[in-house]
């Protein structure tokens, strides 16, 4: 058993005026160290909620997360987390951004900086370190969001649909970039996108879950061998698979309403 | 001149600004020396600038007084007023326990506070400046309370992703940071507020000297009424200045990542 994380009958349930909502329920998942896990899943269905959990922003309702084999409690430096909304603190700049997690953790000054200095570089954002959010553009703020969540060197990466909101060519370019970052770095990935060809661009392994209640509908390993090419048949023939699992749980979804 | 020229000359920065300046204080002149014809109901500019020859000597004592005053006050308002502010903003119970007496103290005027000044502070600069206290307090405080309030959640959980664990350090790194722009608006009216209760309450006699002592002097008994014009341009031009100096530190420098915020 080596498993880095593992999610135990997982269900998160929110109280709201209308009741009780089961955003996820019985999530079952193992993830291997150096994993590079993609959860697809249409929007509303509990992915971010997903990730907020791993994250231990908030506690599961009932079932167990366990990291390194022990329940895990509580946020932490070992996992990192790249926001779905754009969560640069905008009263900082690019340096003054990706070295927070070194200050809190009362590191040195001149080593806060060289550390910053190697991750700005690895995202590709070298000079631009003064520079503040609101001089950056989408693409940018999620690169330095990368540079921060790794400048304090977590085990698990997780990201929650990070090129969301940018253009398809800089998305392209991005999720290279991000792999690049993950050869070099080993950390364990858990992404989170509702873009097929993102997932089955990235992923190790493709998780998806169907919506209200989140559960775990297909879990599935993408034999391709790296570096994919976007348009190949095998990426094709996947992509149509996954399509397949999605829209089998929507027609599901339709018929039990 | 021809009419390019005229239209080119309007364009210049400040032109139509200083024309309409020119015409108010040359209509003033005009309605003071024809219509009115009495320096006891409408001093002339002319007698207006007549007077502050004579008092130049005195005029930056006074005006360094009440900028003592007021900073005792607004140095006070702040530190209490983002403390408290702070305090309600983040924790629950501060804001329970706090907040009935804040609602109850809040209405009353500064100005009340005048018999309160003198009793416990004399007639020193203390009490005068307890009263821009009272004034500059309360906006300071609510500004800084809603800035606490409103820390926007992702920014709270990104802190505490990357380790930011106890509660200090999250107000330090993250919330107080946050709030800078609206403790700056706070601070911003209670600079004005502040600046109203230094007259008031150097009026009221809370003081012997300072700006607003001055000006009700040459009203009861001096009656010398271009006097009282120069104060009052004095005091506003005291303010003015004292907002311009704020907005260009705190506005451009200090809280430059907030491009494009409106502080008004
Ligand atoms: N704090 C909360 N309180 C109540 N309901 C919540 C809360 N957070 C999420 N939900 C609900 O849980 C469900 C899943 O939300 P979640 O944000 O995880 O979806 P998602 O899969 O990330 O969607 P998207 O792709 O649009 O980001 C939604 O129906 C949402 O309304
Ligand atoms: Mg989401």
Redesign the interface.
């Known amino acids: 058993m080596n498993h880095k994380l593992e999610l135990r009958n997982v269900t998160k349930t929110f109280k709201t005026e209308e009741g009780e909502l089961t955003a996820l329920e019985n999530i079952n998942l193992a993830i291997k160290p150096s994993e590079f896990l993609c959860i697809i899943g249409p929007s509303g269905c509990g992915k971010s909620t997903l990730l907020?959990l791993i994250?231990?922003?908030d506690d599961p309702s009932s079932g167990e997360i366990l990291l390194d084999g022990k329940e895990l409690r509580?946020?932490?430096?070992d996992?990192?987390?790249v926001?779905q909304?754009?969560?640069l603190?905008?009263?900082?700049?690019v340096l003054k951004n990706v070295t927070?997690?070194l200050?809190?953790?009362g590191i040195d000054k001149q080593e806060q900086y060289k550390i910053a200095e190697e991750y700005i570089e690895l995202v590709g954002l070298k000079g631009f370190e003064k520079r503040?959010?609101?001089e950056l553009s989408g693409g940018m703020k999620q690169r330095v969001a990368i540079a921060?969540?790794l400048a304090?060197e977590p085990a698990i990466l997780l990201m929650d649909e990070p090129f969301g909101s940018v253009d398809a060519q800089t998305r392209n370019i991005l999720q290279e970039e991000l792999l690049e970052i993950w050869k070099r770095t080993k950390k364990t990935i858990l992404f989170v996108t509702h873009s097929v060809d993102e997932a089955v661009y990235l992923a190790d392994r493709v998780a998806v879950v169907s919506s209200r209640p989140g559960c775990l509908v297909k879990c599935a390993k993408i034999d391709i061998p790296r570096p994919r090419k976007r348009t190949s048949v095998e990426v094709n023939e996947f992509r149509g698979k996954l399509l397949m699992w999605l829209s089998l749980e929507r027609t599901k979804a339709c018929i039990q309403r | 001149m021809g009419k390019n020229k005229l239209l080119q000359f309007l364009n210049r920065r400040g032109a139509i600004e200083a024309i309409s300046l020119c015409t108010a204080i040359i209509t003033w002149e005009i309605v003071a020396d024809f219509i009115i014809r009495n320096p006891i109901k409408l001093p002339s500019p002319y007698a207006v600038f007549l007077s502050y020859l004579k008092l130049w000597e005195i005029i930056p004592v006074d005006i360094g007084i009440s900028l003592l005053h007021f900073g005792i006050g607004l140095g006070a308002g702040a530190a209490v007023g983002i403390t408290v502010g702070m305090l309600m903003g983040w924790f629950r119970v501060a804001n329970r326990a706090l907040d009935p007496m804040v609602e109850i103290l809040r209405p009353i005027p500064p100005l009340a506070w005048v018999p309160f000044a003198i009793l416990w502070g004399g007639l020193t600069h203390y009490a005068a400046g307890f009263i821009v206290f009272i004034g500059a307090f309360f906006p300071i405080l609510l500004n800084t309370y809603t800035g606490f309030r409103e820390v926007d959640k992702?920014?709270i959980?990104?802190?505490?992703?990357?380790?930011?664990?106890e509660e200090r350090?999250m107000i330090k790194?993250?919330a107080f940071?946050?709030s800078?722009p609206y403790i700056a608006t706070g601070i911003r009216i209670g600079m004005g507020v502040g600046w109203m209760c230094v007259v008031a309450a150097e009026m009221f006699g809370v003081s012997k000297s300072g700006l607003g002592f001055r000006l009700f002097q040459v009203f009861w008994p001096l009656h010398m009424i271009d006097r009282l014009v120069a104060y009052m341009i004095i005091l506003g031009l005291v303010a003015l200045v004292l907002d311009h100096l704020f907005r260009y530190f705190v506005e451009e420098r200090l809280l430059?990542?907030?491009?494009g915020m409106v502080i008004q």
Request: with cysteine; proline share 8%.
């Open positions: 907020r994250a231990g922003l509580g946020p932490s430096q996992r990192g987390m926001f909304e754009y969560s603190f905008p009263w900082r700049n927070f997690g200050e809190i953790q503040y959010p609101y921060r969540a304090t | 992702t920014y959980d990104a802190a505490k992703v990357l380790g930011c664990k350090k790194y993250v940071p946050f800078l430059k990542w907030k491009k």
